[in-house]
């Protein structure tokens, strides 16, 4: 059998060909993913609200007055009584305290973004290193993680953040913290972890370890890569959860934040409006709505990713 | 001709999946006699496992028989509905299946399994009746009685396999289908599990259809063989004339592709290739792209499963006359 | 003829697993896997390490690629390059050093593969860690080794992932993968029960030919004596933990000497309905090896056994002539 070739191998930059693979898979994926209508759905939804957070700073530059449109401070002196139905000045009305909604609306989506996704990478970055390490090396570290995981995921959420909120104040950039961090270190780092215990046992990481890799190597190279399907699955998923406990922290008045769903829904309450009757509905709906589409959306993009994360689930 | 047990006759059956039909068995033909045990070998893909469900009619939603006719001991069950079949499975026909510490439910114990296989097909015995079969066929087997209330991960590899053939005879059936019962036991526990299956089969005069990748083993157990390639069936005859004197290439190739422990150390002969995607099955005889003797023929056109010599079919446009060793 | 010295040799090697009594607790019960053997692998040729499941074969392949560490015992690798070394003692940077040495190639082609890496990436890695080459000269080695081991043309295999393979290309990508380092010696974890039986020989004659192309011996780990004949020329079976057996292949086969062993035999099925085989019965199934007594392990199962074989300790290994050993008080 001949041992070498006869023509130069002529092997292009290695950065390109991976770049062409990483193309190559993602069409794959997304052949998948369109496949099941629910992430599609999700995806659209996801898209009209990024399309409406981008809009809010270009509204508010060239086409709003800032004296009457700005969501915190603006208010209209050339309506009477606050709070005021849908007009043609306010397409979506005005708050108790002359602001414009829509423009709050807005304005709350990007913030709502923002949140969600800072909360979901903290907690995913934390959560995959924890969990690859604990599976790894096992024994005390594993140990002492993974109580603290079920310490964490035995208290009840919401209650935790109150206090912790009272101990501490907590603006938005302090809540996306503390949330990553507790959901990082509670029941996502416990799935992580399982799955990183399948992938430690197989036989391709002996064959690493046989060829002189090093616990770093190999968590680096061979776990991590294999647990982002699934930490990105989690992302989504905790987007959601982020976006639903700030709108809750919020509505009780919790949070040190300008403006967000949860305090446009919190103003209502406050001035008395949230039971009020159905002529006052425009105070609530929008970013109740909006909380929900928004929750709802990355929960179908989730659930559509599963589909693609975990194959057992696909249909034949 | 004997008392046929089974006739199978051109069974046709395929698979929808996302990327297309996959036909997993194609035109297949035999027969089983009564008392006596066929031997179906093939690679992974052959369609062996395939049949043994399609025998069953336990096939999954996305399966389909698109044609052929399957005949136990003279009735049609090929178009029965659901509530004849039921009548039919584990009575007429049944089954040990393949990786059988997967076929146990961990949440009950052994006995109560088997008196579930009971009860469901004889609606009319009841529960003390049925512990006494199960006694019956624990012994039968090679089972202590008393481990009928233990629970499966209690029993060793060999001993769910036991328990496993148990529940396949737990309702007398007239032909079992053995798919790949011992392949991931040790040698030793393999070799009682075999010698204890021949005497089953004897002392119920039943018949058998054993199926496996394992040629030694197949040599040993079947009267007959069936030898199967990507979906279709290359060649069947006497155990004997499969070894001594095959006549499709494939039987010859998979025949000096197996070493063995006695006689001498001989050459072994490798098969260029791979078994073919049955997505796309290639065109005529499907064993045309490795067969040394392949012709524009063999590309063309699907050679006719026919007899050769007596009991002896083969589907071959070119049938190798190999001389006795 | 050249001398031929011994590639491999292991001494009165010793693997014991705790049997879990908790975090905080020492465990009084120890699993015997590996449980004093020894063996010599000469170059230029292979040793297949045959034995049921539960024997420690596979513990014993992975103790030689320090996979497992040894409780006890020498792992002495002869090694052109390096000198002789006991590869049981090392630690450290000199560990990682002598892990281009000795590789292993496992039984699994579906899983011994990282999905999330193309060819390339799984074939280069032991040069990765190594640090050998640079990234030209690994592609150029990759792709060299990859013609060699029949993926042929290599450039349209290097950049594919281990799904788009069949299982035979799979094992030739392990294959690859072990030899990259040139490594003197390889370890097979029963690198072809896995796979389609036309498929398995030509991976078996692959590895033969690499075995005098490249100057590679293996520890041939299988549960098959048909395999281990046709790849081996020496054979040690093994049997909870112990080495009972050992001789050149022709020699076992035809002149098994331990009752195990002719048991293991007799129960082989041999491929021609003609042959009448009798197997030799013995009774009961292969226990545990936790904590045994010191007695012959086959003790309870032997048709030879009496009541001296139970009141001494484990048989030693003994030359019964021309370097077959057995370890037993009745032959």
Known sequence: MQTTTTQPIIIVPLWRVRLRLAWKSFKANWKLFVHNPIGVIGLVIILIFALMAISHPILMKYVWEPRVYDPVIGYDTEIFVHPSPPSARHLLGTDPLGRDILSQLLYGTRFSFILGISSALISVVIATTIGAVSAYYGGVVDMIFMRLADVITMLPFIAILVVLSALWEFTGFTLALVYGLLVGFGGQTIVIKSQALSIKVKPYIESARASGGGDWHIILTHMLPNLLPISFLFMMFTVTNAVFAEAALSFFGLLNIRMSWGIMINTAQAAGYLLAGSEYLYLLLPAGMAITLLCSAFYMVGRAMDEIVNPRLRER | MTDLMLQVKDLTMHYKTSKGEVSAVNNVSFVVEKGQSLGLVGESGCGKTSIAFSLLRLLPDNAEIKGGDIILDGANITDMDKKQLLKVRWKGISMVFQAAMNALNPIFTVGEQIVEAIQVHNPEINVAEAKNNVTDLFTLVGLDPKLMDRYPHEFSGGMRQRAVIAMALACHPKLIIADEPTTALDVIVQDRILSQLKEIQDRLDMSMIYISHDIAVIAEVSDRIGVMYAGRMAELAKANEIFKRPIHPYTYALMSAFPSIKGPKKSLTTLPGEPPDLLNPPSGCRFHPRCPRATVQCRQETPPFIEHSPGHFAACWHPMEVENE | ?331
Do not use: W
């Open chain 3, 1 to 331: 003829m050249s001398e031929i010295t011994s590639l491999v040799k292991v001494e009165h090697l010793v693997k014991k697993f705790p049997v879990s009594a908790g975090l905080f607790k020492t465990s009084k019960s120890f699993i015997h896997a590996v449980d004093d053997i020894s063996f010599e692998i000469d170059s230029g040729s292979s040793l297949g390490l045959v034995g049921e499941s539960g024997c420690g074969k596979t513990t014993t392949g992975k103790l030689l690629t320090r996979l497992y560490d040894p409780t006890s015992g020498l792992i002495e690798i002869n090694d052109p390059r390096a000198g002789r070394v006991d590869l049981a003692s090392l630690k450290g940077q000199a560990l990682k050093d002598f892990r281009g040495r000795v590789q292993i190639i496992f039984q699994d082609p579906y899983e011994s593969l990282n999905p999330r890496r193309t060819i390339f990436d799984t074939v280069s890695e032991p040069l990765v860690v190594q640090g050998l080459g640079n990234i030209t000269q690994r592609e150029e080695q990759v792709a060299t080794l990859l013609e060699t081991v029949g993926l042929t043309p290599a450039s349209s295999f290097l950049f594919r992932y281990p799904h788009e393979l069949s299982g035979g290309q799979r094992q030739r990508v392990a294959i690859a993968r072990a030899l990259v380092v040139n490594p003197s010696f390889v370890v097979a974890d029963e690198p072809t029960s896995m796979l389609d039986v036309s498929i398995r020989i030509g991976v078996m004659q692959l590895m033969m030919e690499l075995a005098n192309e490249m100057d590679v011996s293996y520890l041939y780990i299988t549960h098959d004596l048909a395999v281990a004949r046709y790849m081996c020329q020496r054979i040690a079976v093994m049997y909870i933990g112990k080495i009972i057996e050992k001789a050149a292949t022709e020699e076992l086969l035809s002149h098994p000497l331990h009752p195990y062993t002719r048991a293991l035999i007799s129960a082989v099925p041999v491929p021609d309905p003609e042959f009448q085989r009798q197997a030799i019965p013995i009774k009961g199934g292969v226990s545990a090896p936790i904590d045994p007594p010191d007695q012959c392990r086959f003790y309870s199962r032997c048709p030879l056994a009496d009541s001296f074989c139970r009141n001494n300790p484990h048989p030693p290994l003994e030359d019964k002539g021309g370097g077959h050993f057995v370890a037993c008080y009745k032959v």
